[in-house]
């Protein structure tokens, strides 16, 4: 998937492959106690926790995507001497500050293409399965370095786990046409998708290194790294890289333009370079980050998006779903009860009946009689349901539901669909008390928020067994018995591509019915009672459908 890097990069590839061929040939079965591994570019060293489970951090699975490399596919890491310490978490992508983003990483650049593993093998021998997660973030916040993406948990029970960081915003989607003119395939933008390629090349081959099985490796992701997951099941670059797949809350098939055409997304390159003041690609690459940035956030930051740039993406994904072309691996697709909370649809008005119908009015015009049907609601109290429901649906649940519905019809590979409708318990007092009065104020309303819902990633440290990592929330033993029903579904779906089987510790499992498209509609309501259940809401979804059609 690389692209053609000059002279100089020729020569990085020959030496890359050296010194993985070497590094490779002489790594010893038993290795992995001594906490060295040899991976593509060089020799890294781990760190190793009192339970035993080994952790790489910050390697390098591509070079540094800055200077010229800007807006370009990325490329192989360059080859180091010696053993790289990797016991730190690699800078996370260039993005603006938020406070609902916590990191462990410790300083942000576009240096930032690295990748962490966490393994309890004891010998690169052992071919156990290889769970990669891609975290969300709208495609402009987040890295892998965040604690609920943490991978111990899933190490200790067999997986070998993997993180990425991957290019964001305007590094990761911006398309020009001097970029397509210069790609060599005609199109533009994607690099952040193409950098989750390269780290699942990386991952290919060397996983084994790390007691990984390189032929068993699922991918999965919450938000926007279902998002992704859904354009590698599409993605010709993609393709023999995984064995199943996991999205939790979204799809880039959905009633919104999620992806662009690639006219669209020039266009938007070609804006933000004139308001710039920017003469061309090449002065924008000399441009700071920080700088370029700045530019970014004073107009919509989100407004670069996957394109169909006719390399990575070679059509819309709903496109190849439909044609039944896409990867045909086993798929575990959920979302939460209550994803979006009713105050976006209000936004700051009070939520009542003559509001909610007013609101539904402008944004469904015509079509408002029948979202009113579909989601019903006689008093206050119901209004605060009936939104969150539709919202939850606008925005996340039916691009998942249609996810599910496309991938079921192709027959050879299942699919396994959940609810997580578990109650979050909200932020400890500790958490709320930290910070200046400002910021207390806003994790008090905050709390008020999400405490007693299911709301938008939610249930990741629940899946990824890391409610003791992110200690900032007030867990009860309910929410430990619901993480490890959950977790045991997720690793038996990684290891088997099928969430069934025996759970943590013996745990007896609730049997998690395939997904069926049509009438039914089987899924797994996972709580504390965990139930598999059929599909009472289609009628909604079908709405939603027949929107999209429309327009």
């Not at 992995?32 to 593509?40: E, I, P, R």
């Not at 393994?119 to 769970?131: D, G, L």
């Not at 578990?422 to 910021?439: D, M, S």
Request: overall charge positive; charged content about 20%; glycine content about 8%.
């Amino acid at each position: 998937m690389f692209k053609s890097p000059g002279n100089f990069f020729l020569l990085t590839l020959c030496l890359v492959f050296f010194a993985t061929n070497f590094a490779v040939a002489n790594n010893e079965k038993g290795l992995l106690s001594t906490k060295h591994v040899a991976v593509t570019g060089g020799r890294v060293e781990g760190s190793i926790a009192a339970n035993g489970v080994l952790s790489f951090k910050g390697i390098p699975y591509a070079a540094a995507p800055v200077g010229n490399l800007r807006w370009k596919a990325p490329q192989p890491p360059l080859p180091w001497k010696g053993v790289r310490n990797a016991d730190r978490f690699g800078s996370r992508p260039v993005q603006e500050s938020n406070l609902l983003y916590e990191f462990r990483s410790t300083e942000m650049s576009e240096d930032c293409l690295y990748l962490n593993v966490w393994t309890s093998a004891q010998s690169n021998q052992e071919k156990r399965p290889v769970y990669v997660f891609i975290h969300g973030g709208s495609f402009i916040h987040g890295d892998g370095s965040q604690p609920a993406y943490d991978g111990e948990s899933m190490a200790r029970q067999g997986v070998v786990y993997v993180s990425i960081n991957y290019r964001l915003g305007v590094f990761g989607f911006m398309s020009h046409p001097e970029l397509s003119k210069e790609s060599g395939y005609g199109g533009s933008g994607n690099y952040g998708l193409l950098d989750q390629v390269a780290a699942l090349e990386w991952i290919k081959k060397n996983i084994s290194q790390f007691g990984g099985d390189p032929d068993r490796v699922t991918i999965g992701g919450e938000s926007v790294g279902a998002q992704s997951v859904s354009a590698h099941m599409v993605s010709p670059l993609s393709r023999g890289l995984f064995t199943g797949a996991i999205a939790e809350s979204g799809s880039l098939i959905d009633v919104r333009a999620l992806v662009l055409p690639l006219k669209k997304s020039e266009e938007l390159g070609t804006e933000l370079t004139s308001f710039s003041k920017s003469s061309s690609i090449s002065e924008m690459r000399l441009m700071p980050a920080e700088k370029l940035l700045k530019f970014v956030e004073k107009g919509n930051p989100r407004r670069f998006k996957p394109t169909i740039d006719g390399y990575f993406l070679k059509e819309n994904p709903e496109k190849t779903f439909i044609a039944k072309q896409q990867a045909k691996v086993p798929l575990l697709i959920g979302w939460n009860a209550q994803e979006v909370p009713a105050a976006a649809l209000f936004r700051l008005r009070r939520i009542n009946t003559k509001n909610y119908k007013t609101a539904v009015e402008k944004i469904y015009k015509e079509k408002a009689a029948d979202v009113l049907a579909l989601y019903p609601a006689k008093t206050n109290a119901e209004v605060k349901k009936a939104s969150s429901e539709l919202m939850s649906d606008r925005l996340i649940n039916y691009s998942s539901w249609k996810f599910a519905e496309l991938h079921a019809q192709q027959k050879s590979a299942p699919v396994y669909r959940y609810l997580f409708a578990h109650p979050h318990p909200g932020l400890n007092q500790r958490t709320i008390r930290e910070g200046n009065a400002f910021q207390v104020l806003i994790k008090k309303m905050l709390n008020k928020v999400i405490t007693g819902t299911s709301f938008h990633a939610s249930e990741i440290e629940y899946a990824l067994g890391n409610l003791d990592v992110q200690d900032n929330y007030d867990w009860k033993a309910e929410d430990y018995k619901v993480s490890k029903q959950m977790q045991s579904y997720f690793i038996n779906f990684i290891k088997n591509g099928n969430p069934n089987g025996p759970g943590i510790d013996q745990l007896q499992l609730t049997n998690w019915p395939t997904y069926n498209s049509g009438n039914k509609g089987e899924f797994l309501r996972i709580d504390g009672n965990s139930s598999a259940e059929t599909d009472a809401t289609k009628a909604r979804f079908l709405f939603f459908q027949n929107l999209e059609e429309t327009e």
